[in-house]
């Protein structure tokens, strides 16, 4: 089946949120709902299963890559995922139905509502590479914010 065809057997829906570790990772969650092509109120193709797409994000994550340019110093990269994926079904507790769009918006606002000053970042811009050695944060968190720094902002970076 081509990718312009999709639409016509199924529709995907899809919420998605990073969440800021107090290790200082970015850690993404993603819920996709697959229904069928008139949306929630249509079940999916037969063959649409849990097995398939999570068959189908462990094919993506795999594929996907993005190059950044080259900077002096550090060269070109090309970031893609990690190794560490889990997908799995979200399924009700008592009867394994459907899941409410309500309990979809309160998982996602779990993580959205996780501030980066809850983990030890600051929760503003900052608006200059010296800056970072002023914030009261840990040696850990600053040196990310000057490699983040660096990585945006080569030639406006006091240190690289």
């Known amino acids: 089946m081509t990718q312009s065809r999709v639409g016509e057997h ?36 037969a063959w649409a299963t849990a097995e398939v797409l999570e068959g189908a994000v462990h094919a ?12 002096p110093g550090i060269g070109e990269r090309v970031f893609r995922w990690g190794t560490q994926l889990d997908v799995h079904p979200i399924r009700r507790a008592l009867d394994d139905g459907p899941i409410t769009d309500q309990a979809v918006a309160a998982y996602v606002a779990k993580y959205v509502s996780k501030s ?34 660096r990585l945006t902002c080569p030639v406006t970076a006091g240190h690289g």
């Open 10 to 45: 199924l529709r995907l829906s899809f919420a998605k949120v990073a969440e800021y570790q107090r290790r200082g990772a970015v850690h993404f969650h993603a819920i996709i709902r697959v229904d069928g092509p008139e949306g929630p109120e249509m079940p999916p193709p």
């Open 116 to 149: 980066v000053g809850d983990v030890g970042g600051a929760d503003r811009p900052i608006a200059s590479y010296e800056e970072i050695d002023l914030l009261p944060v840990s040696p850990h968190t600053r040196a990310l914010m000057g490699t983040c720094w």
């Open 60 to 71: 993506a994550v795999r594929a996907v890559e993005v190059s950044m340019s080259y900077v």
